[in-house]
């Protein structure tokens, strides 16, 4: 009977679920709210590449450098470490460690990602330069494409109460979806994430989905599939959790390729 209901849960529910939080993922709507009416206001991966593009000219070097709290020029701050190497040597230390705000390194690096994000060599840096759009488009372009059938999916049979005339404007490939779609979805999505995590924001948060460190699988006691079938399962999960750990965010070269 267990088993039964889990089945019946996973029939019932898991598609729907999972089609729906990829349209959630790419909707279109604006994070700010429309006019007085706060709830079409959305915050999705989408807009937020919206809203990135529509404030791009915010997004200078100086402002971006500013916002992550670096300074614009790193020879104060190698300054500050010299001077704050030399104190420690003199009280007699010969290991130590820098303290965060002391990393020269991080304002260089950050310098080069922003030439990747405006397109600038290193040589032609200013504190004007500007995100660029296109890149953006490019991102935004991707994310849609690939959530397109789970978004005509979830218009026409989830989210909204289609009517039949209305199903048929579509074509069947227009409703083609399938585990792989699904999987080259969430890698661009978290792809997506990473390029605005690492090369926008500055920041390195992970992007990628967890995986688990323990055999998930070595205590069905009561397997909802043969032994054999688990034992493909694990096959399985383990080339994903290869697959997923060698996924990267985008790069600013394979977008500006893509232009």
């Known amino acids: 009977m267990a088993n039964g209901m889990l089945h019946g849960l996973i029939d019932n529910c898991f598609w729907d679920s999972t089609i729906t939080a990829v349209r959630r993922l790419v909707d279109a709507e604006s994070i700010e709210s429309v006019g007085h009416r706060r709830d079409k206001s959305v915050f999705s991966l989408v807009a937020v590449i919206d809203d990135i593009i529509k404030n791009a000219k915010l997004a200078t070097r100086s402002n971006m450098m500013a916002a992550e709290g ?3 020029h790193s020879d104060e701050r190698a300054a500050e470490r010299k001077k ?3 104190e420690r040597i003199r009280s007699g230390e010969s290991r130590f460690f820098y303290p965060t705000e002391l990393d020269v390194d991080i304002i260089h690096q950050r310098h080069q990602q922003i ?3 405006t397109r600038t060599s290193p040589d032609q840096r200013s504190p004007e330069d500007q995100l660029c759009v296109d890149t953006m488009m490019v991102l935004r372009n991707q994310m849609k494409n690939s959530a397109a059938n789970f ?3 979830a218009d026409k049979y989830i989210a909204h109460a289609a009517t039949p005339s209305s199903r048929g404007a579509l074509q069947p490939s227009d409703f083609d979806i399938s585990l792989k779609a699904l999987d080259d979805f969430i890698e661009t999505a978290c792809r997506a994430y990473g390029y605005i995590s690492l090369y926008v924001l500055g920041t390195h948060e992970n992007a990628f989905p967890s995986l ?8 069905l006691d009561q397997p909802i599939a043969s032994l054999e079938v688990l034992r493909t399962l694990d096959t399985y999960w383990k080339d994903e959790a290869k697959k997923i750990d060698g996924w990267t965010a985008y790069s600013p070269a394979e977008l500006h390729h893509t232009l």
Not at 212 to 219: C, G, K, M
């Open 151 to 153: 978004k005509n999916f």
């Open 70 to 72: 670096l300074p614009y």
């Open 212 to 219: 688990v460190a323990y055999d998930h699988l070595e205590y």
């Open 115 to 117: 030439d990747s994000v």
């Open 84 to 86: 704050y190497k030399d």
